[in-house]
């Protein structure tokens, strides 16, 4: 997985700082690359019209995404989204979700009707 930080500045420095920081807390550091760039046509393509930005690339399944824009979230907001983007295996049962959907109960908020522990079909489990 890549995480790319969209913009320039000191609010771009901040955010990889805080990426960073929520990585390394969570041991994921090496298993995610950060790359910083302010590509215009990287821009265009995933709808970024404010800096700083975050997108999330999965290069095995051809998938980017922007997450946020124009604001440099807080510490405790930041780590809880990869949480849920990554999943946290040590505190779920059924490991974690691609989706970002609401792993913390075991299943895939974003399916609805799904039991606790039944699989949606989007990764959760």
Wanted: glycine share 14%.
């Amino acid at each position: 997985m890549i995480i790319k930080l969209v913009g320039s500045g000191t609010e771009i420095e901040t955010l990889e700082a805080l990426v960073t920081k929520s990585l390394t807390e969570l041991a994921l550091i090496d298993a995610v690359k950060v790359e910083k760039t302010d590509d215009a046509n990287y821009k265009l393509e995933l709808g970024v019209t404010e800096n700083p930005a975050l997108c999330i690339e999965e290069e095995s399944i051809d998938f980017k995404d922007m997450i946020f824009q124009g604001e440099v979230p807080e510490y405790d907001e930041i780590k809880s989204m990869f949480v849920s983007i990554l999943g946290d295996d040590d505190a779920h049962e059924w490991g974690g979700c691609g989706t970002g959907g609401g792993c913390g109960t075991g299943w895939c908020g974003s399916c609805g009707d799904e039991e606790e522990g039944d699989s949606c079909g989007t990764g959760c489990h």
